[in-house]
């Protein structure tokens, strides 16, 4: 088994891994975000070789709970669907939780798709109690999801 490499990529990158695992693989749906080019946001890609299998993008911001806390929202976390349950989703995000930290962050949250609550909840997430909802772009069940990192 090949080992995932994480990487710092820019946005662009991402997008047709986000179009195929996010969006149905719908060419009619935008993956672009509107903070995609932000100084301040990251975007981090898991590679196979040179085969791009996961991503995941982080974007500071107000999270839902603790707010006084220095957070980014993780939105686009995706693994392709012949590599997922190998575990790379779990090293994408310990890398990125690695960098953000470095950075200053605090906390993470999320809007969660429930059928991968089981994932964040393994990897260390905990859903905020009273926040599912469901997700006007996908119109799948979504739950708010955070992870402390370097908070007192």
């Given at each position: 088994?090949?080992?995932?490499?994480?990487?710092?990529?820019?946005?662009?990158?991402?997008?047709?891994?986000?179009r195929r695992?996010?969006?149905?693989?719908?060419?009619?749906?935008?993956?672009?975000?509107?903070?995609?080019?932000?100084?301040?946001?990251?975007?981090f890609g898991?590679?196979?070789?040179?085969?791009?299998?996961?991503?995941?993008?982080?974007?500071?911001?107000?999270?839902?709970?603790?707010?006084?806390?220095?957070?980014?929202?993780?939105?686009?976390?995706?693994?392709?669907?012949?590599?997922?349950?190998?575990?790379?989703?779990?090293?994408?995000?310990?890398?990125?939780?690695?960098?953000?930290?470095?950075?200053?962050?605090?906390?993470?949250?999320?809007?969660?798709?429930?059928?991968?609550?089981?994932?964040?909840?393994?990897?260390?997430?905990?859903?905020?109690?009273?926040?599912?909802?469901?997700?006007?772009?996908?119109?799948?069940?979504?739950?708010?999801?955070?992870?402390?990192?370097?908070?007192?």
């Amino acid at each position: 088994m090949s080992e995932l490499r994480v990487a710092m990529v820019d946005a662009p990158t991402l997008y047709d891994l986000r179009r195929r695992v996010l969006r149905e693989n719908n060419p009619d749906v935008s993956v672009e975000f509107v903070d995609d080019h932000t100084p301040s946001s990251r975007h981090f890609g898991g590679l196979l070789d040179d085969r791009l299998v996961a991503s995941a993008s982080f974007f500071p911001g107000i999270a839902p709970i603790r707010p006084e806390l220095e957070s980014y929202q993780l939105r686009f976390m995706a693994v392709d669907f012949d590599v997922q349950g190998r575990g790379f989703g779990a090293v994408m995000l310990e890398a990125a939780e690695e960098r953000l930290r470095d950075l200053g962050a605090e906390q993470l949250w999320a809007n969660a798709r429930d059928r991968a609550l089981g994932f964040y909840v393994a990897t260390g997430w905990a859903p905020i109690e009273g926040s599912e909802n469901v997700s006007p772009l996908s119109n799948l069940p979504h739950t708010k999801i955070a992870k402390l990192l370097n908070a007192p």
